[in-house]
């Protein structure tokens, strides 16, 4: 066995600095503390049977969801890091209720950015030793610098993320994102705790064959959906489709975006409007989905176009290869 030659992440974030338009540097110390953070968290998600982590914290989160240990072992570390280092105004999590405005001690307010984070993605996962993630979203802030951060800068239509990507905690660790100059995959080398270059530009294919939804909540699916299934299970051309949900969104995109595939959580589940948040999920994904040549739409919209109204704002959810999520959009249509 030989390992690649390959660049580091930190090589490739200072490498395409150049790419951003307000090259200085602030958005390279931004990834670079979003990497530590995911780091601690993967030790921890590793060691999760031999540590005192696994299981309920006993508390409900701001949507009414029990939170795991390991749910608020992340959100602190992602908090911590961000602020410590200075090297944001802000910071709103799925797992917190309000935004938390982090002050520079050097030049009060100084940071243009701010960052949004589903710190463990698929948390029921993580007491039977399957993949979690984290996804991050960052945006410049819309507010002058200097001043106090106010929800306006976290409530930003998606097409304006300067930076998002996930983690999978998975039989490897990998981080995936972008910049707005296509999509790139990191693998963590355990050894050494470094992420090497693993999946350069990375694109969904244009048509896939996996669906991934959840189909325990059929009855509640709006018919376009239902429609759409069927088309999928049905025996002509290149189908039946294949059927793969993980219930980790992160993992489930992952290998859609290897493989070609669409990922759907519809309206009429748990809420008029599923269970995706727009800011911490759906957003940042919808971002790596377009950077890689695919689509994420909530049915009939572009999910990039949506102008969010709340932190916690929930969106049904369509994303994949391009032509999947084109043909159940037209299901939806009729
Ligand atoms: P979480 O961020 O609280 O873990 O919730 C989001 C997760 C997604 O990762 C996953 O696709 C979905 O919820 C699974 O939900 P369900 O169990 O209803 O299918
Ligand atoms: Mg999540």
């Given at each position: 066995?030989?390992?690649?030659?390959?660049?580091?992440?930190?090589?490739?974030?200072?490498?395409?600095?150049?790419?951003?338009?307000?090259?200085?540097?602030?958005?390279?110390?931004?990834?670079s503390?979003?990497?530590?953070?995911?780091?601690?968290?993967?030790?921890?998600?590793?060691?999760?049977?031999?540590?005192?982590?696994?299981?309920?914290?006993?508390?409900?989160?701001?949507?009414?969801?029990?939170?795991?240990?390991?749910?608020?072992?992340?959100?602190n570390?992602?908090?911590?890091?961000?602020?410590q280092?200075?090297?944001?105004?802000?910071?709103?999590?799925?797992e917190?209720?309000?935004?938390?405005?982090?002050?520079?001690?050097?030049?009060?307010?100084?940071?243009?950015?701010?960052?949004?984070?589903?710190?463990?993605?698929?948390?029921?996962?993580?007491?039977?030793n399957?993949?979690?993630?984290?996804?991050?979203?960052?945006?410049?802030?819309?507010?002058p610098?200097?001043?106090?951060?106010?929800?306006?800068?976290?409530?930003?239509?998606?097409?304006?993320?300067?930076?998002?990507?996930?983690?999978?905690?998975?039989?490897?660790?990998?981080?995936?994102?972008t910049?707005?100059?296509?999509?790139?995959?990191?693998?963590?080398?355990?050894?050494?705790?470094?992420?090497?270059?693993?999946?350069?530009?990375?694109?969904?294919?244009?048509?896939?064959?996996?669906?991934?939804?959840?189909?325990?909540?059929?009855?509640?699916?709006?018919?376009?959906?239902?429609?759409?299934?069927?088309?999928?299970?049905?025996?002509?051309?290149?189908?039946?489709?294949?059927?793969?949900?993980?219930?980790?969104?992160?993992?489930?995109?992952?290998?859609?975006?290897?493989?070609?595939?669409?990922?759907i959580?519809?309206?009429?589940?748990?809420?008029?409007?599923?269970?995706?948040?727009?800011?911490?999920?759906?957003?940042?994904?919808?971002?790596?989905?377009?950077?890689?040549?695919?689509?994420?739409?909530?049915?009939?919209?572009?999910?990039?176009?949506?102008e969010?109204?709340?932190?916690?704002?929930?969106?049904?959810?369509?994303?994949?290869?391009?032509?999947?999520?084109?043909?159940?959009?037209?299901f939806?249509?009729?």
């Open positions: 066995m030989t390992l690649k030659p390959v660049q580091t992440l930190g090589e490739f974030i200072i490498d395409r600095q150049d790419h951003f338009k307000y090259a200085t540097g602030e958005l390279s110390r931004i990834l503390a979003i990497r530590l953070a995911t780091k601690i968290v993967n030790n921890h998600v590793n060691m999760a049977g031999l540590l005192d982590i696994l299981g309920d914290h006993g508390e409900e989160n701001v949507q009414g969801e029990k939170q795991q240990k390991l749910d608020v072992f992340a959100n570390i992602f908090i911590n890091t961000l602020s280092r200075e090297v944001v105004c802000g910071v709103a999590s799925e917190n209720e309000d935004f938390i405005a982090i002050k520079s001690s050097k030049n009060q307010d100084s940071s243009k950015y701010v960052v949004l984070i589903d710190p463990l993605d698929g948390s029921s996962n993580i007491d039977v399957v993949s979690v993630g984290t996804i991050f979203s960052i945006y410049r802030r819309v507010t610098s200097g001043t106090p951060v106010t929800l306006e800068d976290f409530l930003q239509p998606g097409h304006k993320q300067v930076a998002a990507g996930y983690v999978v905690y998975g039989t490897s660790t990998i981080l995936v994102y910049t707005g100059h296509g999509v790139n995959g990191f693998t963590l080398n355990p050894g050494v705790g470094v992420f090497f270059l693993s999946h350069p530009d990375m694109r969904f294919p244009e048509k896939g064959k996996i669906y991934s939804i959840n189909e325990g909540n059929y009855s509640k699916f709006p018919t376009g959906v239902k429609k759409y299934l069927k088309y999928c299970q049905e025996v002509e051309g290149d189908r039946p489709y294949t059927s793969r949900y993980i219930g980790s969104l992160c993992s489930d995109f992952h290998r859609n975006l290897l493989k070609g595939g669409i990922y959580y519809p309206s009429g589940t748990n809420s008029p409007n599923g269970k995706l948040r727009l800011l911490y999920e759906c957003n940042p994904m919808a971002f790596i989905a377009e950077q890689a040549g695919g689509k994420a739409s909530d049915g009939y919209r572009r999910i990039l176009d949506i969010p109204t709340s932190l916690h704002q929930r969106v049904p959810f369509f994303c994949g290869s391009k032509d999947m999520v084109e043909k159940v959009e037209e939806m249509k009729e």
